[in-house]
């Protein structure tokens, strides 16, 4: 930002939840951990998704249904019509996709592929496979890494377009710049950020510092 120019305003209706939790530092660590091995990588990143899930889901639509138990009749709850929709961001995303449907088995996926210029830190899509109208739909979308904020801008930005009305973004890591470029770029709109941790800072290269490096790179081995 230039010398002197006003500071941009952070408009605070997207809602930050960092979990805060001994078990999700604990596999967080060892995610950062340059040592560990894609393998382990990937384990640890479903694991991690599955925490994160639980608090994610907290606002999940449900309804009231009739049930006979062996004893008695009683009532309950089951996940409610629309499905909701998970849609990963390919590829580092996919790592999250299955730690994510553990917890909410009746959804249905789309998928978007999308990549950063790592010159220019631009996003662009390069594949998108969803649903055209999701009106009235809760959508889940994940991504481990929150950096500049450009690729989850951009996701989250269609979803709203073909209609979704409550989104909420899974993701392992984010920066400090790539939370507040999200309230000011979605200001207005429903959206739910969870994640284990909000890091330092970006560095030069548009890398969460101390972050986990490069999240597909680590889970699937360099693209090129
Ligand atoms: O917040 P941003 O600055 O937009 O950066 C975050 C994006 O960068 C990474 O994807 P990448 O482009 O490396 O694609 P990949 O998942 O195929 O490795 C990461 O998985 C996010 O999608
Ligand atoms: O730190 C970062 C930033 C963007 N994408 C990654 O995979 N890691
Ligand atoms: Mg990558």
Redesign the pocket.
């Known amino acids: 930002m230039r010398a002197g120019a006003p500071r941009p305003v952070t408009v605070v209706d997207m809602r930050l939840h960092v979990v805060d939790h001994p078990l999700v530092a604990h596999k967080l660590t060892t995610l950062r951990d340059q040592r560990t091995d894609s393998a382990t990588f990937r384990r640890l990143a479903d694991e991690l998704v599955t925490l994160l899930a639980y608090e994610a889901t907290r606002d999940v639509r449900t309804e009231q249904v009739d049930i006979q138990t062996p004893v008695a009749q009683t009532t309950g709850v089951k996940l409610s019509h629309p499905r909701p929709l998970v849609v990963p961001i390919l590829r580092?995303g996919l790592g999250m996709l299955d730690g994510m449907v553990r917890l909410l088995p009746t959804a249905e996926v789309g998928f978007l592929g999308m990549i950063?210029n790592e010159e220019t830190l631009e996003a662009s899509t390069y594949a998108t496979r969803m649903p055209e109208d999701l009106s009235g739909r809760q959508v889940y979308v994940l991504d481990?890494?929150l950096?500049?904020g450009g690729t989850l801008v951009a996701a989250i930005r269609e979803l709203i377009r073909r209609g979704a009305d409550d989104v909420t973004a899974v993701v392992l890591?984010a920066?400090p710049e790539g939370v507040e470029i999200m309230e000011r770029e979605l200001a207005g709109t429903p959206v739910t950020v969870v994640t284990a941790s909000v890091d330092e800072r970006?560095n030069e290269h548009?890398?969460?510092?101390p972050?986990?490096?490069?999240?597909?790179?680590?889970m699937y081995g360099a693209a090129e």
């Open positions: 580092a950063r481990p890494m950096a500049t890591l920066a970006l548009g890398y969460i510092v972050g986990l490096g490069d999240a597909g790179d680590r």
